[in-house]
């Protein structure tokens, strides 16, 4: 079964930064590509990043380029999305997703496993 595990959540302040987690179980992280999405409240869930199989591959919608950064370490079963100048707009709920895409796509394609997310609050 399935299982994503998302971590590293919190409150940081406008400027500041945080390493979410998604620690997977129950599958070969190799043949999975992983998206990170956000959900703010009131709004429509968004993908934000996703990664390739690989690694070799990585997208980021507008608003987060330069300022985050996702990564895999495969042999430990982790993906990670390093968030840098965290803006009060980044606020939201993060999720990870797994699917089996060969490639990844802006916007993010549909992802069938999710994790249960971790919230990211932004503020002074």
């Known amino acids: 079964q399935l299982q994503l595990v998302e971590s590293g959540g919190g409150l940081v302040q406008p400027g500041g930064s945080l390493r979410l987690s998604c620690a997977v179980s129950?599958?070969?992280?190799?043949?999975?590509?992983i998206g990170w999405f956000r959900q703010a409240p009131g709004k429509e869930r968004e993908g934000v990043s996703c990664?390739?199989?690989?690694?070799?591959?990585?997208k980021y919608i507008d608003s987060v380029k330069v300022r985050f950064t996702i990564s895999r370490d495969n042999a430990n079963g982790t993906v990670y999305l390093q968030m840098n100048r965290l803006k009060p707009e980044d606020t939201a709920v993060y999720y990870c997703?797994?699917?089996?895409?060969?490639?990844?796509?802006?916007?993010?394609?549909?992802?069938?496993?999710w994790g249960q997310g971790t919230q990211v609050t932004v503020s002074s």
């Open positions: 997703a797994a699917d089996r895409w060969r490639v990844c796509v802006i916007p993010l394609q549909i992802f069938a496993s």
């Open positions: 129950g599958f070969t992280l190799d043949y999975y590509a």
């Open positions: 990664i390739s199989r690989s690694g070799t591959s990585t």
